[in-house]
């Protein structure tokens, strides 16, 4: 087991998707975030969480994954970097711009098909939110 | 607007096997509401770049096309024709649907026992 970060604070969204893919197919979600927090009257940075967790593989032999493929978000200074998300299910961050969430479906043998979802959900908090980062 | 009706925009580019049509990768790009969408080529651009690093061993001509969000319904297979350059979808096969299976010989005498054979 790992600890992985958590928030304290109200929850401003939280937004959910459905990714599927077949035998040798990749999907990939790119999720674009605010600057700054949703529903305020001046701009602020605020928390937000992303994660991916596979629901669904029907070809156990020749595996799938679900993860965060990279991420992106602004320094103290306001500049925008980016890095890759290794294999990670989840992140969390303060100044997070872009989260993408990635599933893969190797190449089925022996089965009509080899199919894989997996469910990734991304939650925005208030500014006034308490954070322990998991990244960067 | 409201939080509410507040609904984050939606763009799919496939990237398919340029020889067979066979869709390789979907990415889709979601702006949550006041987050900025990047231009149609820039998805593109990106999406094949993904496709190219996450299949390094295959050697195919991989190109992109933009479809509308709907156009990639759940549980369906995608394909592009590559003559008139647009998806085509057809429905998975489910394992549990299809034609009835003939009834084993144990069910049979179960329905049978119930009166409820049908053959």
Known sequence: MAY????SGSL???SSYFLEAFGGQTTICDVYLPRYAPYTTKPAYAPAVAQISLSHCTDQQVGCSAEIHDFGWYDSDGEPWERGGYGENSVYMMTMFRVSFSLMNLPGEGL???WSAALANVFQFA???AIDPSAP | M???NAKALLRVCVVYDAESGEVKHIHNVVALPGADIPAEDRIAERALTVAKRLREHESVDLRTLHVSPG???PLHKHRVDVTSGTLVSEPIRSQRSGAPKK???AEGRLA???GTTTQ
């Open chain 2, 112 to 114: 049978k026992k119930r």
């Open chain 2, 2 to 4: 409201s939080q509410d």
């Open chain 1, 112 to 114: 009509d098909y080899s």
């Open chain 2, 103 to 105: 009834p084993t010989p």
């Open chain 1, 12 to 14: 401003v969204r939280m």
């Open chain 1, 127 to 129: 500014p006034d939110a």
């Open chain 1, 4 to 7: 992985r970060g958590s928030v």
């Open chain 2, 71 to 73: 156009a990639i319904k």
